[in-house]
């Protein structure tokens, strides 16, 4: 009788690890793409490429002056093994690529950065551009 004891608590035991087994984990859906996506970005490119490669963003702001930034917030790594999301921008003139970086838009659509050159300054990181529209 021992036994039959013995087998019946061994068989339930069994039964019960087996239906509680861990299944494989589900894909997890990213929050954040991939900051290595800006690798693929070059100077000139469209608009309509610059969203094929990066998606929608997650902010957008235009100026009169026709400059568009794109802000998009990625997932980082970095080489101390660290990782996190980062703000990055692409700025477009005229629907064309002239720069990308590591900052948020509100920060690139600064006034100073559209100051036209003058013969005392040499105006605005972006301020060659509205020189050579007209």
Known sequence: MNSKLSAFLISLFVSSCSSTAPSAPTPVKRL??????????????????????????????????????????????????????STYFIMLFEGKVIETGNFPCYEEM???????????????KYGRFITNKS
Request: proline share 6%; with cysteine.
């Open 32 to 85: 954040y793409d991939d900051a290595t996506k800006l690798n693929f970005i070059n100077l000139g490119m469209s608009s309509s490429e610059v969203t094929h490669i990066m998606g929608t963003p997650n902010t957008s702001l235009i100026n009169p002056d026709g400059f568009r930034c794109t802000e998009y917030k990625l997932y980082k790594y970095s080489t101390d093994f660290k990782a996190g999301t």
């Open 110 to 124: 600064s006034p100073r950065h559209f100051q036209k050159p003058t013969n005392q300054s040499s105006g605005g």
